[in-house]
């Protein structure tokens, strides 16, 4: 909707403005247009914001905000243009797979990159952009529309969170305001398929993020308060429009009917994504939210995330003019009937603490703020249409003097907001580079690496690296420099332990780089007598909170958290490698050619694959082993024995024609519990499971609790939701101490 004309009424002693009561659609030029055109000023003024988006969100992209745990989604991309999964959710079930097969099918068109999934982001956010000024525009004409982008386009929120990290979470502000843009016109047009329209890219708003859920009740109620969508009660259209949500919507649907509740069982584990309902801690939350708002206004807690729970009132001068303008846009919003952007910002800001209480609002309320820009917008137009007419009378086109006046009251709500929010975004990125928060160095460490490295030799990584953080959110320098490496295609391993188990190295001995913190570099030299030529400077890494350190094969919590730690690229020449361990006739063997004396095999949601699998490397039957259902698993058991002399379980896994599949191994005492769990890609040569290919697997008895005690039985359990292909295992055993 645009604002209302004004009509000008002759009145003894002076001229009267007189303010209709209900505001026409759009001015009479927009409103003859079909809905699918656009006139060539549009068309500039759209890829012109465009533009403007990319450019200011294309500084420091990769660098800061530094890598979060965006990662695991963009991993979980990865395995789809591997064709390893094609899942129903995401890489969480209780959000979609959109996002994860969009990352797949960039992956496809333009190869696996680094850059490849905030480039992604990057655009999202600038056609973010323009949907919001095409809202706006419908809302309340051109003005409105360009305050309404303007807004969006210098808000820092916007610009390091939902511009450049590669959340699935990042799409939902985008698809929302989409929504409520083919809602309006929808409702404007009397289009029935535009409505229709509305409900599928809703369904995909929330497959984005459940919390998306809370504009539904906004849209609903907009529609019901307009007469055209009351009429529409009596038509197929709202029917068919929710279809098209569920339809959106319907791969989550299918996964909760193949395994119920299991979306919300892990969303609840997600206090900022799924809270449990407490009056007094929602009422908390809510009335916290305008604070945090306002930062987010006045671009203060420019942050990824700012994850701060009790954020001072700012005391930035702009803060009181920017917040009465908001107001005012509402109390006008109100007054001109413009339910669809009001009652979409109402359900997002009063629903949003049901769901958002660990975080207070932060990305989560996101969505909130197109709309209300939007409104911003369409009070300013308003301003704008009175003044142009009072201004106008008796002329044929204002003056220049005239388009000066009505500059004036547009330049305020577009400039005063950029005015406060490019300087901080300039102020974030330096103090983000003069803190280490920043990806920049450790990403330049890892591509050093790999270009150091011979064609087919892996980088080897220190598992210490899991207790080095490259940020505050998620991600340590393991998981950061494991992506580099995936997304370059470079094959890796993992120094186990502080061991180098990968075997071959020792039969076929070739030179190695390893990037290796001071601690296991120490280590190597000082027990293993190793060679090590350094071949880069020190990269200093901040060390996060031990609550944010996730994945750490050792379970080692480093002293001196927060504060820099240095890494470095070394080379290992060939003479330097241990020998090979010699077989010992003391390893107990569970898995030859066929199972020991008194072991036996059962599962829970898996079969055994009667076809004849690979041989292993020592020519040994392999077992194959399928995986039917969610978390299923396969369970070896016999005789209860003792681990007293024996240091590690040991195996050959062969991924099948699938590879990085998250096994699990488990030992299970008398009593049939397991004693600890382990994922076996920590303790895996190359780092993981591998398609076509035979890799060895070494953990020791001390990571699965089981040093000097009873087990009874071996648990193989698959981490993934779906079915998975066959895997094969080999050589399962018991091994002492290697010597030296």
Same mark, same amino acid.
């Given at each position: 909707m645009s604002t209302q004309p004004v009509d000008i009424a002759p009145k003894t002693g002076g001229i009267v403005l007189q303010m209709p009561h209900r505001p026409v659609m759009a001015t009479p030029g927009e409103r003859q247009a079909p809905?699918?055109?656009?006139?060539?000023? +549009?068309?500039? @003024?759209?890829?012109?914001?465009? *533009?403007?988006?990319?450019?200011?969100?294309?500084?420091?992209?990769?660098?800061?905000?530094?890598?979060?745990?965006?990662?695991?989604? *963009?991993?979980?991309?990865? !395995?789809? /243009?591997?064709?390893?999964? %094609?899942?129903?959710?995401?890489?969480?079930? /209780?959000?979609?797979?959109?996002?994860?097969?969009?990352?797949?099918?960039? %992956?496809?068109?333009?190869?696996?990159?680094?850059?490849?999934? &905030?480039?992604?982001?990057?655009?999202?956010?600038? @056609?973010?952009?323009?949907?919001?000024?095409? %809202?706006?525009r419908e809302i309340g004409g051109r003005v409105a529309g360009v305050v309404a982008?303007?807004?969006?386009?210098?808000?820092?929120?916007?610009?390091?969170?939902?511009?450049?990290?590669?959340?699935?979470?990042?799409?939902?502000?985008?698809?929302?305001?989409?929504?409520?843009?083919?809602?309006?016109?929808?409702? !404007?047009?009397?289009?029935?398929?535009?409505?229709?329209?509305?409900?599928?890219?809703?369904?995909?708003?929330? =497959?984005?993020?459940?919390?998306?859920?809370?504009?539904?009740?906004?849209?609903?109620?907009?529609?019901?308060?307009?007469?055209?969508?009351?009429?529409?009660?009596?038509?197929?259209?709202?029917?068919?429009?929710?279809?098209?949500? $569920?339809?959106? #919507?319907?791969?989550?649907?299918? #996964?909760?009917?193949?395994?119920?509740?299991?979306?919300?069982?892990?969303?609840? =584990?997600?206090? /900022?994504?799924?809270? +449990?309902?407490?009056?007094?801690?929602?009422?908390?939350?809510?009335a916290y939210l305008p604070v945090r708002m306002l930062h987010d206004l006045v671009g203060i807690a420019v942050g990824p995330v700012q994850e701060i729970h009790h954020l001072p009132w700012?005391?930035?001068?702009?803060?009181?003019?920017?917040?009465?303008?908001?107001?005012?846009?509402?109390?006008?919003?109100?007054?001109?009937?413009?339910?669809?952007? @009001? %009652?979409?910002?109402?359900? *997002?800001? $009063?629903?949003?603490? @049901?769901?958002?209480?660990?975080?207070?609002?932060?990305?989560? $309320?996101?969505?909130?703020?197109?709309?209300? /820009?939007?409104?911003?917008?369409?009070?300013?137009?308003?301003?704008?249409? &009175?003044?142009?007419?009072?201004?106008? &009378?008796? !002329?044929?086109a204002p003056s220049l003097v005239d388009r000066g006046l009505i500059a004036l009251l547009v330049a305020p709500a577009v400039v005063l907001p950029a005015s406060q929010t490019l300087p901080r975004l300039s102020e974030y990125y330096a103090d983000a580079v003069a803190r280490g928060e920043t990806s920049g160095p450790l990403v330049q460490l890892v591509e050093q690496a790999i270009a150091l490295s011979p064609p087919g030799q892996p980088v080897l990584l220190d598992e210490r690296l899991a207790t080095y953080g490259a940020t505050y959110i998620g991600a340590s320098s393991l998981t950061v420099a494991q992506y580099i490496l995936a997304t370059n295609r470079a094959p890796h391993g993992l120094l186990v332990d502080n061991l180098v188990t990968a075997e071959w190295l020792s039969t076929a001995p070739r030179p190695a780089v390893l990037i290796l913190t001071p601690e296991t570099r120490d280590h190597l030299r000082s027990a293993y007598r190793l060679v090590l030529e350094r071949a880069s400077d020190d990269v200093e890494v901040r060390v996060p909170a031990a609550s944010l350190i996730r994945n750490i094969p050792t379970r080692e919590i480093l002293p001196g958290l927060d504060t820099p730690r240095p890494l470095a690229i070394y080379w290992a020449q060939p003479v330097a490698w241990p020998a090979a361990p010699t077989p010992d006739e003391a390893t107990l063997k569970i898995l030859g050619d066929d199972l020991a004396a008194g072991w036996q095999i059962t599962g829970w949601r898996s079969s055994v694959d009667q076809r004849p699998g690979p041989a292993a490397p020592n020519g040994a039957r392999s077992l194959g082993l399928h995986f039917d259902g969610p978390y299923g698993g396969h369970l070896l058991y016999g005789p209860t024995f003792s681990t007293r002399g024996y240091a590690r379980l040991?195996?050959?896994?062969?991924?099948?024609?699938?590879?990085?599949?998250?096994?699990?191994?488990?030992? &299970?005492?008398?009593?049939?519990?397991?004693?600890?769990?382990? =994922?076996?890609?920590?303790?895996?040569?190359?780092?993981g499971i591998g398609e076509g290919a035979w890799r060895r697997v070494s953990i020791p008895l001390d990571a699965l609790g089981a040093v000097d005690r009873e087990v009874r039985s071996i648990q193989l359990l698959m981490g993934l939701r779906d079915a998975t292909p066959s895997i094969y295992v080999a050589n399962i055993r018991f091994t002492p101490a290697r010597p030296g």
């Open positions: 809905w699918w055109q656009v006139s060539p000023f +549009d068309v500039v @003024l759209v890829l012109g914001m465009f *533009v403007a988006a990319l450019l200011l969100r294309l500084p420091m992209l990769l660098e800061a905000p530094a890598f979060t745990d965006e990662m695991i989604e *963009v991993l979980f991309g990865l !395995k789809i /243009y591997r064709a390893e999964t %094609f899942p129903l959710t995401g890489a969480d079930t /209780y959000y979609g797979p959109l996002w994860a097969y969009i990352l797949a099918a960039a %992956f496809w068109v333009f190869g696996p990159s680094p850059e490849l999934p &905030r480039a992604i982001v990057l655009v999202t956010g600038s @056609l973010a952009v323009v949907i919001t000024y095409l %809202f706006g982008a303007s807004m969006l386009l210098t808000a820092p929120w916007h610009v390091l969170t939902h511009s450049r990290v590669a959340w699935s979470h990042t799409l939902t502000p985008l698809l929302m305001t989409l929504a409520l843009l083919l809602l309006a016109r929808a409702l !404007k047009r009397e289009g029935g398929w535009l409505l229709v329209g509305a409900g599928l890219v809703l369904g995909l708003a929330v =497959q984005s993020h459940p919390t998306a859920v809370v504009v539904l009740p906004g849209m609903a109620l907009a529609t019901l308060l307009h007469p055209r969508g009351r009429r529409w009660l009596r038509t197929p259209w709202p029917y068919l429009a929710g279809l098209a949500a $569920v339809l959106a #919507y319907s791969p989550i649907i299918a #996964y909760n009917l193949l395994y119920p509740g299991g979306s919300l069982a892990e969303g609840r =584990q997600r206090t /900022y994504a799924v809270a +449990d309902l407490e009056s007094a801690r929602y009422l908390a939350t809510l700012p005391s930035d001068p702009a803060t009181v003019p920017l917040g009465l303008l908001v107001l005012a846009a509402i109390g006008y919003a109100i007054w001109a009937r413009l339910w669809v952007p @009001l %009652f979409a910002a109402t359900s *997002v800001i $009063v629903l949003i603490p @049901l769901f958002s209480y660990e975080y207070n609002g932060g990305r989560y $309320v996101a969505p909130a703020w197109p709309p209300l /820009y939007a409104l911003v917008g369409a009070l300013i137009a308003a301003g704008t249409t &009175r003044v142009s007419a009072a201004l106008g &009378r008796g !002329k044929t040991e195996l050959d896994v062969h991924g099948g024609w699938a590879s990085n599949q998250p096994l699990r191994v488990a030992l &299970r005492d008398p009593d049939n519990e397991n004693i600890v769990q382990v =994922q076996v890609d920590g303790y895996t040569e190359w780092g």
